[in-house]
């Protein structure tokens, strides 16, 4: 390419290198800042045995919304949901990092499809952004929205879920989980993945699998490879880890973007899991 530039253009080996360097990072530039963030993708999952013959219960995983407005990207999300039939939405954390946050919050939640159950739980930011949380479980309960925070809740006989606080920056606890009743599967709901890894004991035997976002996939991923993790990660990056004395873990690269409005190799994530629960 840059022999042939030259020779169209006259231009030394230096400057078509320079030439060719500008068009790579704007790019760059223009995929991380304006196509990267707005690049919706949903993936789909499975927890369990599919072939239990009962139909599961489907999970639209909504995280790290971080909203500032509503604009096109959601309602490419409402459509997306829409189009799922998710039988229950959970909201994992970040869906505001500002107090400004929480009338686009309210917004955003009249957007999506009213049907399925709806729960929620803490993040890193709403703590770190004084989000107040009292308002903000006004406008989630305003939604049709369960806030949980240490706490369970039933979603049928054989499956409940369960979401802690967040473990960056609340007080994450599990001793409510044994109020979950026997011969009951539960799913734990937690923003930092890294919590996975104090789960344990008796405690693990409970839990399917754990639900986290928090990473973004990295935000800026090279082939894959995320330089950069927050603090709670705990390694985690996105996808599914399994195996060991832990619950399996699934982390979703979330919706939003925080700190740099940038999504490189890590596009927004819409992920929809079919769980089906052994009871």
């Known amino acids: 390419m840059t022999e042939g530039l030259r020779a169209r253009t006259g231009m030394s080996r230096r400057d078509s290198f320079w030439v060719v360097s500008a068009l790579g990072l704007g790019a760059l530039l223009t995929e991380g800042v304006l196509l990267g963030p707005r690049r919706l993708t949903v993936s789909h999952h499975t927890l369990g045995d599919a072939d239990a013959g009962w139909n599961p219960i489907r999970l639209a995983i ?11 990207f959601h309602e490419e999300l409402a459509t997306a949901l829409r189009e799922a039939r998710a039988d229950v939405l959970l909201f994992v954390g970040d869906s505001v990092d500002h107090p400004d946050g929480l009338p686009v919050l309210a917004d955003l939640l009249s957007l999506l499809p009213p049907e399925p159950l709806r729960f929620a739980t803490l993040g890193n930011w709403e703590y770190w952004g004084d989000v107040d949380l009292q308002a903000l479980r006004r406008i989630y309960e305003e939604g049709d929205t369960g806030l949980l925070v ?5 979603l049928s006989p054989q499956a409940a879920l369960y979401a802690v606080d967040d473990s960056v920056a609340g007080r994450p606890d599990l001793r409510a989980l044994p109020a979950v009743p026997e011969r009951t599967e539960t799913l734990l709901l937690s923003h930092c993945p890294e919590f996975r890894n104090r789960i344990a004991g008796d405690d693990a035997r409970q839990v399917a699998a754990v639900v986290s976002g928090h990473t973004h996939g990295g935000q800026v991923a090279l082939g894959g490879w995320a330089p950069i993790l927050p603090p709670g990660s705990g390694g985690y990056v996105s996808g599914w880890y399994r195996g060991g004395e832990c619950p399996d873990l699934f982390v979703s690269r979330g919706l939003g973007t925080s700190l740099v409005p940038v999504r490189l190799g890590a596009p927004p994530e819409l992920a929809i899991l079919d769980w089906y629960p052994v009871g």
Do not use: M, V
């Open 62 to 72: 909504l995280t790290d919304l971080h909203l500032k407005r509503i604009g096109g």
């Open 150 to 154: 240490n706490e369970g809740i039933p």
